[in-house]
């Protein structure tokens, strides 16, 4: 059946030429890097599916780490968990990233920003993702953590180095090695300053305290430390960046947003769908699944292209449009299913402080395109410099 399947490479440089949806020939391709998912509709079932499991493991051993605690930690987390033993490593940091917890902190945010804000010149133009994206988000883990603001850079540079290993790029393996090593040490040393000191109402304490009542052993506490340290930033960062610039370069949109802040929500979400930090979330079936008439045997690698379901005809009208009244609009940037984004409340409200800071103090604010720069890296939207002049 693979031969009848049109070609695609959804890692190649050019693969966002294809404007989203489906090819003429259908929803599923096949590559060099294994089957692609084009269409909304098929890549929320395949999402959904758990005969599909992460692939991230997989993408470490095809990259030679496999053995040691980097393999250990990936094979025992909870991205890799299912059933039952997902749902307990998922519920403790759900506590911290759900709803009522992410509108606690909209003042602590608020707080954050006008703080890392006072580094910005309004007299020439500035580095806005260095000054303010770049920064927030690892603010923020220091805070649900309870870790010392000074240790937000290590934070951010541990997240941003470890989770390089989806930009697809083998010579970054010794360093991505050398990063976890890093992370273990700095959160063996934090765990241990926190039981000394006594434990507080923070992330990392709630789960010493679990594995002090016995639900946690010990190596699933730090399992879980490490998962919540390494995604707690590089992501956020760029989808921050990408928030911004879009915003900022569609004057009529960010008027709008400027007279009006009920709407940066959804303004918000609308970039998520044009604009995906994941571009492609990967998966391998642990069986012969038939997917849309073709079977994919046991062990095969299945991308799904996020960029492209977010702008598949069949789903979004007018789908390469910025349309900020867009009814049921619900990207798939997060995932969805079992295993989707927990810290996606968390993410989306940094992004809505930030775009409310800007429209409160710099609503003529512009993208000084001279010095921005928008990149693509193994699927993945990235932000490689952003610069605003913030009073024209």
Known sequence: ??????????????????????????????????????SFELATAVLRDSRFRNASLQLMEDFGIKEGPVRDFRADSVLMAEGPRHLRLRTPLARFMGPATVENIRDVLRGIIRDLAADLDPAAPVDFHGVIDRRLPARVYCYLAGAPVEDAPKVASLSERTLSLLNRDPSLIPDILEAYDELFAYLRELVARKRAQ?????????????????????????????????ASSVNTTHQAGLVVWTLLRNREIWQRLVEDHTLIPAAITEVLRLY?????????????????????????????AVWSANRDPERFGSPAEFVLERENNQPLT?????????????????????????ADHFPDAVVVEDGTEIGQAGGRWLVKSLSVDLRP
């Open 198 to 230: 006594g434990l507080g109402e923070d992330m990392l304490s709630f789960l010493i305290g679990r594995h002090d009542a016995g639900k946690l052993n010990e190596k699933e506490l730090f399992d879980e430390a490490t998962a919540m340290l390494e």
């Open 334 to 358: 997060f995932s969805t299913g079992g295993h989707n984004c927990l810290g996606q409340g968390l993410a989306k409200v940094e992004m809505e402080e930030v775009v409310r800071y800007l």
């Open 1 to 38: 059946m693979t031969t009848t399947l049109p070609h695609f490479e959804p890692f190649a440089p050019d693969a966002l030429v294809h404007p989203g949806g489906a090819l003429a020939e259908g929803p599923l391709a096949h590559g060099s890097a294994g089957y692609t998912v084009l």
């Open 276 to 304: 995906p930090r994941p571009g492609v979330i990967s998966r391998i079936a642990t069986e012969d699944i038939d997917l849309n008439g073709t079977v994919i045997p046991t062990g095969s690698d299945v991308h799904v």
